[in-house]
């Protein structure tokens, strides 16, 4: 996942598309979708946030940073 910290969108390198939960420190979804490549954050405030990813049957969780 990169850039981290993040402006406005996040970039992933997948092989396959997926889907995705954005979630705050609290856990409370933000966000969510179909995963192709990018995922949008510019509505987010800055802060810490974790992005959830499932893709061929596998999740995987990555805490990024949203600046401002």
């Known amino acids: 996942v990169y850039p981290n910290p993040a402006c406005d969108h996040l970039n992933m390198d997948l092989a396959?598309?997926?889907?995705?939960?954005?979630?705050d420190a609290l856990?409370?979804?933000l966000a969510q979708g179909t995963l192709q490549r990018t995922v949008d954050v510019s509505m987010l405030p800055a802060g810490v946030y974790v992005l959830l990813v499932e893709c061929s049957g596998t999740r995987n969780g990555?805490?990024?940073?949203?600046?401002r």
């Open 27 to 29: 856990g409370a979804v």
């Open 16 to 23: 396959d598309p997926g889907s995705y939960l954005v979630m």
């Open 62 to 67: 990555v805490r990024f940073v949203v600046e």
